[in-house]
């Protein structure tokens, strides 16, 4: 690797003990000068070189110089530093940084250096503070909206103890919004927000207020580019501020599949470090009236059952979701329609394959290039045109488009695991009408290593667009219902009858989309690829135990 030249290098204490400190413009690395000298020559593999750390520049949070009445890090207790110029310990500077702890998770932790020398000290300080400042990718100045009712109603309390205090001390400022009623986010960002003063936009609360936030950037970027929202054909404009999210809801399913967890200090850190992942959005339809925009799941059957039940409950918070899901479980409705779909081509992958999107995904980087490829060159609506559509009519328990994995603490590999977060399709799941026990196998497999797609009443496609007709509202049906003479609830009717004896319900459901109910139940949908950017970098790969200096060169 080639060796960044050294911005400066000093012999500076910490916890009393001599390190060699080097700082170069990517790497802060500090090195106990007895441990080295004891282990010249020998590499020392495992968890970190003995006596030797490092921490890239662009994870460094913020550095500060130390006042001389602070707490001693040894003891905890408020104590002078003493004046004797002889002592190595009479002006220190701390340095915040990231460290990864548990499963994706990070932590701000923090080292002090001490020196005898004043200005040394100073020139320390001001060197990191002028290679954070070249970090440009950095927020400086966020709107946040906090939902106070979010989850178990914590949002403000997480907001003010966990992420306001690190905010501050990476010196971002902040315009606070504590929201008062359901879309008060949505319509202040539409109409009346000043985004030009803003590097962001951060959301605290669920999956639900994330979508107020999207729903408002999209719809205004879409206003000031005169793009019209209604039409499914028009190519609509990506939005220029990115969003944060502060997990503070029910399912927190967009901030699990982006970052790794649903930590709100890890999630803080990554808006801090200006963390870039772009994601699709889809866009749903119901003929030439635009619906609402999708990223997670958009789901019809089984999932938009549990979400209808379940909007009866919000008063148990979390635990609904549960008791509706048994409930709707136990009912064991089918539903009939037909879906047609896009199929999607090139080196988009396949659900079944075992390829995961994780930070810096080959398949999405690739979709980028392909987006200003066919920006260039075409339409991408005039390619699609030429394309076939594949039509499958059925009973279906479920049918689920998920765009992304949908990665939650309740399914950690998600909905449809091999997902991917910016390639411009969505994975849609056919879940046939089938016993009940086949039915708690497949959701099972949800929850373990187990393939949920190895069942045959399972189907699963990668698609640029889909459409659903249920079967009531399918012309050549209201064509034999007219035909015949009967009327539609005495044809449903006759049908519920005819289906007693096998124990499944055929009726109407809802679609689930990233938890809210749709008014309609035949929608079109069309992905829009890499349409908005959040404060994330996808899910990190674990770190492989080898040298973990290798990248430190210094
Ligand atoms: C036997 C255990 C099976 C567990 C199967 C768990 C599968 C969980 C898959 C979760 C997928 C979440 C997708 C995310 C959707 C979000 O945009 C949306 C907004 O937050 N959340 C929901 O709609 C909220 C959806 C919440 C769905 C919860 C479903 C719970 C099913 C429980 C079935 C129990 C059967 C037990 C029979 C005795
Ligand atoms: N002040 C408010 N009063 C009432 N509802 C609000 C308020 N602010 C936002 N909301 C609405 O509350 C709904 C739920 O919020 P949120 O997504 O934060 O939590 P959740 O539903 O518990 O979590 P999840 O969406 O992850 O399941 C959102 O759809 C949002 O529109
Ligand atoms: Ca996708």
């Known amino acids: 690797m080639e060796k960044q030249s050294r911005l400066l290098c000093s012999e500076l204490c910490v916890q009393r003990r001599l390190y060699e400190v080097t700082l170069n413009c990517a790497i802060l690395a500090w090195k106990d000068i007895q441990i080295a000298k004891k282990h010249t020559g020998r590499a020392i593999y495992g968890a970190v070189k003995a006596g030797s750390y490092c921490v890239p520049v662009c994870e460094i949070i913020a550095v500060q110089e130390k ?25 220190a500077f701390t340095v915040f940084y990231v460290e990864r702890t548990r499963q994706h998770c990070w932590w701000c932790s923090n080292v002090t250096f001490h020196c005898s020398d004043h200005s040394l000290c100073l020139l320390w300080v001001q060197t990191i503070r002028e290679q954070l400042a070249l970090l440009t990718n950095r927020p400086k100045s966020l709107l946040v909206y906090i939902n106070p009712y979010g989850g178990k109603q914590r949002g403000k309390q997480i907001y003010d103890h966990k992420v306001a205090p690190i905010f501050s001390r990476a010196s971002i400022s902040t315009d606070v919004i504590v929201t008062e009623r359901a879309n008060h986010a949505r319509d202040h960002l539409k109409t009346e927000a000043d985004l030009k003063k803003y590097d962001g936009v951060v959301c605290v609360g669920g999956d639900g207020m994330f979508s107020e936030i999207m729903h408002g950037l999209v719809s205004r970027t879409q206003q ?22 502060i997990p503070a809801g029910s399912t927190d399913c967009i901030c699990y599949a982006t970052v790794g967890s649903n930590d709100p200090v890890t999630s803080a850190l990554h808006i801090i470090v200006g963390d870039s992942q772009a994601m699709d959005i889809c ?12 990223v997670s799941l958009l789901g019809y059957g089984f999932y938009g059952d549990v979400l209808t039940d379940s909007e009866r409950k919000r008063w148990m918070g979390p635990a609904r979701y549960d008791i509706s899901g048994v409930k709707t479980f136990l009912s064991h409705r089918y539903y ?19 390829m995961q999107c994780r930070t810096g995904c080959s398949v999405c980087r690739q979709s980028s290039s392909d987006k200003l490829v066919s920006k260039n060159e075409d339409s991408v609506s005039d390619a699609e045109c030429q394309d076939t559509w594949t039509v499958i009519r059925g009973k279906f328990l479920a049918i689920n488009a998920a765009s992304m994995s949908c990665a939650c603490p309740r399914s950690p590999k998600g909905l449809s695991p091999s997902a991917h977060l910016a390639d411009g399709t ?3 799941i056919l879940v046939r009408k089938c016993s009940r026990l086949d039915f708690l196998r497949h959701l099972l497999r949800h929850t ?19 459409r659903f007709t249920p079967r009531y509202q399918e012309c050549d049906s209201e064509v034999d219902l007219r035909e015949s003479g009967v009327t539609g609830k005495r044809f449903l009717s006759q049908i519920c009858r005819e289906h007693r004896a096998c124990g499944c319900m055929p009726s109407q459901s809802n679609w689930n989309c990233d938890g809210e109910i749709l008014p309609h139940t035949a929608i079109q949908v069309r992905v829009h690829c890499q349409l908005i950017k959040l404060f994330a970098r996808g899910i990190e790969e674990q770190q492989v135990f080898e040298d973990p200096y290798a990248h430190c060169a210094i």
């Open 67 to 91: 006042d001389d009445d602070t707490p001693c890090k040894n003891t905890g207790k408020w104590q002078k530093v003493p004046q004797s110029p002889a002592d190595p310990c009479q002006h």
């Open 224 to 245: 000031e580019a005169g793009v019209d929202e209604n039409s499914m054909e028009e190519t609509l404009m990506p939005c220029g501020l990115r969003i944060g999210i």
């Open 283 to 294: 866009s749903v339809h119901n003929e030439d009236r635009f619906l609402r925009y999708s």
């Open 336 to 354: 009939e329609g037909t879906v047609s779909f896009l199929p999607a081509e090139g080196n988009l992958g396949s659900p079944r394959d075992k």
């Open 426 to 428: 969505t994975d849609l």
């Open 448 to 466: 373990n290593k187990d393939d949920q797609f190895d069942h045959s009443f399972v189907e699963v496609y990668r698609v640029k667009q889909f």
